[in-house]
């Protein structure tokens, strides 16, 4: 079982639909979480970076971490044609000997917003 | 800045030949990142330095890979004896790690590696 599930979709919207991102994970260490934006042959672009439990709103975009459920999410408000991408989850541990900063990806969400 | 800059941004070799990418991260960072991204895959983490100091190599790194970051500044992926499993898109990321605390991570472009 991988550490951080991610259903790969493809999930199909109508622009102006309100999108919901989801992933789980296991490993109960880690607190800090991302959301990135990845467009065909492109490099991950951050979007989202959250900190233990709780809510953060960007614009358009909110994202949403419950350590209790092992359980975050991402929402897109009134989503667009340009939100079309691939959305990966991302998560670290901060361990106190030495916090490495590596991430750990789902596989990530392919979305399309159609017109 | 610009951001993570990475060189070349695709790559076709034959298999068995060496391949060497630059990744050029934000300058105040301090820490890079290696990751490779496969199709339809999330990144795996590979590698990363902090400063000069390589401190951490994933299993996923075999022998036929290595990375340096000699002088703290940009790093380098070299992949010899190149296989057809490693086609991938290679990634660089990089943070800025001060006073126990680990920024976001920022990502390059890739490179995007093909052996055929």
């Known amino acids: 079982q991988k550490e951080v599930e991610q259903d790969p979709g493809p999930l199909s919207v109508p622009e102006g639909a309100i999108v919901s991102l989801n992933c789980t994970y296991s490993?109960?260490?880690?607190?800090?979480f991302m959301w990135y934006r990845q467009y065909s042959r492109k490099g991950p672009e951050l979007l989202m970076y959250?900190?233990?439990?709780g809510n953060k709103e960007d614009g358009r975009f909110t994202a949403q971490v419950d350590k209790s459920s092992k359980y975050i999410s991402l929402f897109i408000r009134d989503s667009q044609p340009s939100d079309s991408a691939t959305y990966l989850c991302?998560?670290?541990?901060?361990?106190?000997?030495?916090?490495?900063?590596?991430?750990?990806f789902g596989q990530g969400t392919t979305l399309q917003v159609k017109p | 800045d610009t951001g993570v800059s990475q060189d070349p941004r695709h790559k076709i070799t034959k298999r068995g030949q060496n391949v060497t990418f630059r990744c050029d991260p934000i300058s105040e960072h301090n820490r890079l990142y290696w990751y490779r991204q496969t199709l339809g895959q999330g990144p795996e983490f590979l590698t990363y330095?902090?400063?000069?100091?390589?401190?951490?190599k994933s299993r996923l790194l075999s022998d036929r890979f290595s990375a340096e970051r000699p002088k703290g500044s940009f790093s380098t992926l070299e992949i010899q004896r190149t296989e057809q499993g490693d086609s991938a898109m290679y990634l660089c990321?990089?943070?800025?790690?001060?006073?126990?605390?680990?920024?976001?991570?920022?990502f390059g472009q890739g490179t995007r590696l093909t052996v055929v």
């Open positions: 990321a990089s943070s800025l790690f001060r006073l126990g605390i680990n920024t976001e991570a920022f």
């Open positions: 991302a998560m670290t541990q901060f361990i106190s000997s030495g916090n490495t900063g590596k991430l750990i």
């Open positions: 959250t900190y233990s439990s």
């Open positions: 490993n109960s260490a880690f607190q800090y």
């Open positions: 330095f902090q400063n000069e100091a390589q401190l951490e």
